[in-house]
């Protein structure tokens, strides 16, 4: 009967639990390097040169990145939340609040939300495939923009292009 009883309550626990996304995303890029400072990363959200293992926040995106050399190449390697739940509708972020502040400027990991789901449902978060399906989606939805303002430039005639000079 105890064990039925710790069994219970475990449960209620776990089913009331904060979960916070998939787990560290860690995702490594070509770092900006600037050709009069080779040997430094340059980080385009602050505007600042890096040494060689030196991290530095994303903000105002939620995440950390820190430069890594690998061979001849420096890499910036980002740590943020990750990909967001495709179900998590279904869930509340209990931090909500916390990341509504204007006062308060959360550094990473603390800006990630939290979410807690009712009991039975498990956030659930798109593949690798589905998250490539939708960044070549929205390459091609800028690329299609983009055509579409330069046609419109170029049935304005010269006198518009003359005037946003």
Not at 133 to 139: G, S
Not at 154 to 160: F, L, R, S, V
Request: aromatic share 8%; net charge negative.
């Amino acid at each position: 009967m105890k064990f039925v009883l710790i069994a219970c309550l475990g449960s209620l626990v776990l089913a009331q639990q904060d979960l916070q996304g998939p787990g560290p995303f860690v995702r490594n890029l070509q770092a900006d390097v600037l050709r009069d400072f080779p040997e430094l990363c340059f980080s385009s959200t602050n505007f600042r040169l890096f040494l060689e293992n030196q991290s530095w926040s994303l903000f105002p995106f939620c995440g950390r990145a820190e430069c890594v050399k690998q061979g001849a190449e420096f890499i910036e390697r980002v740590h943020d939340c990750g990909p967001q739940p495709t179900n998590g509708e279904a869930c509340t972020i209990s931090n909500l609040a916390e990341l509504q502040r204007n006062d308060t400027i959360l550094e990473y990991p603390a800006c990630c939300p939290r979410y807690t789901c009712p009991d039975g449902v498990t956030l659930q978060y798109p593949t690798q495939e589905e998250i490539q399906a939708e960044i070549q989606r929205q390459n091609q939805a800028a690329l299609q923009a983009a055509k579409e303002a330069a046609a419109a430039r170029e049935e304005a005639g010269p006198q518009a292009a003359a005037g946003t000079s």
